[in-house]
């Protein structure tokens, strides 16, 4: 019994941890973040070493994923991608990527933009807002669960719960690509 | 020091609620000094049926008491005195119950109650803002601000108070009660001011991160100042004429600013932030937040995220000289 009392006081210390919001980048932190390195035909590459070293916090902090879901409204996004069904714009949901998954690619397209339509949102965006919504963008076409998952709508949601590996449920082996004219295909 | 003294300043703080520009014991509306007497009338009953009973208890407790060598005899006589004491609180309870619902009912009632003539005001609640919409005579007479309500002093107005997002509540506790504004649910309620001035409100049911800094504010004025107003809100934004502000109107047309907020006699039309059209006659940004000058709205535009946690305003990259101009453009939109 005194064993069990002192193994759940031990559990119960792993609660004072709490997530760390980082609500703004360091300037210099920001810089090296937007230099990511792409391979020749903008599709996968490496992001820079530092993205690393503060642990991935676009893929794995519940709080920038969250923020990346009210960037994705705010910026538009639905506009032409839809609740990530998609539109005139490719879906997400179904988990085809055209430019490959990787944070660098979904970085890339949102930074430099995309042929066939997709704009450019380097000036209209921080370096650290891009990179957040690329976090929230992979993880509704992901596969396999993250441990993070952004907070949950307001009002309904039209789409499964992103922390339920959407494209896990409902990939679509085609073959009827949402935009023919996506440009090149992978 | 004695113990007394150091605990006066102590006990004096609650006194500080009792006047300002916030506070429900110190009304200036009319359905706000009805609920300052149904306040003081039910505390003052409630507090002499308090020491009734008190009194009644202790009496009770420091008589004394014969030994009784057969307690479940009783006699007659006491039974009587007995059942006489009990009716008359009972009777006593039901009639203070219903004195105090009937009081209650007939102040709150006459609360709701507003002419079809009056002054109406849409007021929806926004995480964390308020839009205000101002109805004329006519729909070209309409107009849009945020987050401070002008009324006319001695004038009925019917605000018209409906949520956008979550449940938020319409609180002046100066002028009037609460009113909750809901989703889908569309709420009145009827507010006279009796003197001029500025009273602050704030939202009274908690929406979200930031439902402390949901405050508003209503400036009651006389009849002839608030058509002034009122006027000059109809008016489109003025055209910048120092270069700083041109320059600043030229950024806030292209950067994103102007997909969000409308500013009246631009290209400007955004709906989804607070209307920028007067933004500098107001006294406060942000809901409350700031007083409006160049420099806090240069500081709430530079980083929105910080100064308020969780609002919707992004934080948009803009040059040291676009922000400059930007600032100067709205702190010149009187």
Request: proline share 8%.
């Amino acid at each position: 019994m005194r064993l069990f009392v002192l193994f759940l006081c031990i559990v119960m210390l792993g609660g004072c941890e709490r997530e760390e919001r980082q609500l703004r980048l360091d300037p210099p932190v920001a810089n090296v973040l937007d230099q990511i390195k792409l391979m020749p035909n903008g599709i996968g590459g490496t992001p820079p070493e530092v993205y690393f070293a503060l642990g991935r916090p676009y893929e794995t902090n519940a709080y920038n994923l969250s923020e990346g879901k009210r960037l994705y409204s705010w910026f538009g996004c639905s506009a032409c991608h839809a609740d990530g069904q998609g539109g005139i714009g490719p879906s997400f949901l179904d988990g085809w990527w055209y430019y490959g998954p990787e944070m660098v690619s979904i970085f890339a397209s949102i930074r430099d933009g995309r042929p066939h339509g997709m704009p450019a949102f380097r000036d209209k965006m921080t370096t650290d807002q891009i990179w957040q919504l690329a976090g929230y963008i992979q993880t509704l076409g992901a596969y396999s669960a993250k441990t993070a998952a952004p907070s949950r709508n307001d009002d309904l949601q039209a789409h499964p719960a992103e922390n339920r590996a959407p494209a896990a449920i409902l990939f679509d082996q085609g073959p009827t690509p949402v935009h023919p004219e996506q440009g090149p295909t992978p | 020091m004695t113990l007394l003294q150091r605990l006066a300043p102590l006990m004096m703080l609650p006194l500080c609620s009792c006047n300002g520009w916030q506070s429900a014991l110190d009304p200036h509306g009319e359905s706000a000094i009805s609920l300052k007497a149904l306040i003081l009338l039910i505390v003052t009953v409630c507090s002499v049926v308090w020491m009734l009973v008190m009194i009644a208890l202790i009496l009770a407790l420091r008589r004394s008491h014969p030994p009784r060598p057969r307690p479940l005899q009783r006699d007659p006589r006491t039974a009587r005195r007995m059942g006489a004491t009990v009716i008359a609180a009972v009777a006593a309870t039901v009639a203070v119950i219903s004195g105090l619902t009937v009081a209650s009912f007939f102040t709150t009632r006459a609360l709701a109650v507003a002419g079809r003539d009056d002054l109406t005001i849409k007021v929806s609640g926004l995480q964390w803002w308020w839009n205000v919409e101002y109805f004329g005579a006519t729909p070209d007479q309409n107009f849009t601000t945020a987050n401070e309500i002008h009324i006319p002093v001695g004038r009925t107005v019917r605000f018209q108070l409906e949520g956008d997002d979550v449940i938020h509540s319409f609180w002046v506790p100066s002028l009037a009660g609460k009113q909750d504004l809901i989703p889908g649910r569309p709420n009145e309620l009827s507010v006279r001011a009796e003197r001029a001035g500025v009273y602050r409100g704030q939202c009274a049911e908690f929406c979200g991160l930031q439902h402390a800094h949901m405050a508003f504010f209503v400036i009651a004025e006389n009849e002839s100042d608030f058509d002034k107003w009122a006027n000059a809100q109809r008016r489109p934004a003025a055209q910048p004429t120092d270069a700083d502000a041109v320059a600043g109107q030229q950024a806030f047309l292209s950067k994103p600013c102007a997909a969000c907020h409308a500013i009246r006699g631009t290209k400007a039309t955004g709906t989804s932030g607070p209307d920028l059209t007067h933004v500098g006659s107001r006294k406060y940004i942000g809901a409350g937040l700031f007083e409006t000058t160049r420099g806090s709205l240069a500081a709430w535009i530079a980083d929105p995220q910080t100064l308020k946690p969780g609002n919707n305003m992004p934080l948009v990259p803009l040059s040291q000289q676009d922000l400059l101009s930007i600032s100067a453009y709205l702190a010149s939109l009187k």
